[in-house]
């Protein structure tokens, strides 16, 4: 099957340190090898992909608003940095504790795959040759049920943490991440 290969990556706990909710730049600290991890997968072909839940605007603790002025200080960074970002989709809903229009069970929050297969269709993605990095079991689960290829847990901040059954890889840093890109 012909199409586009991506690199999926979820934000928080992934592209930053997630320090609950984050939603300012002052507090957006960036792990350590994502930049690195990113320019080496554009080279080799691959679009970058954010999927990342957001239900701190479903449960009104910042504006979408909010989020999406993060989002662009984010992209220019990676912009910066020689790895601009194809795309960053999010879920702003929580089937429990969203307020109003946010308290929903959306297909497109993750461990749903949604947002996998909303990019795949917009971008053609082959979702056989991506890769998926996240650090939570549900990244892994939506990426397993999208039909992604290689499912990475990112565990670096939880050695213990076992390895999510829907993972095909576990990662202790991101440079790992990079060793397992493949060119062509």
Known sequence: MP?????FLDRDGVINHDSGYTSKAADFKFIDGIFDL???AKRLGYLLIVVTNQAGIGRGYYSEEDFLGLTK??????EQQHAPLTAVLHCPSHPEHGIGRYKIDSFDRKPNPGMLLRAAEIHGI?????IMVG???S????ARSAGVGMRCHYLADKPDEPLSHNASH???SLREATALLKPG
């Open 139 to 142: 990244d892994m689960q939506a």
């Open 38 to 40: 990113c320019r080496e």
């Open 170 to 172: 576990r990662l202790c």
């Open 135 to 137: 650090d939570k079991d």
């Open 126 to 130: 082959n979702l056989s040759h991506s």
């Open 3 to 7: 199409g586009s290969r991506a690199l």
């Open 73 to 78: 200080w984010m992209c220019e960074r990676f």
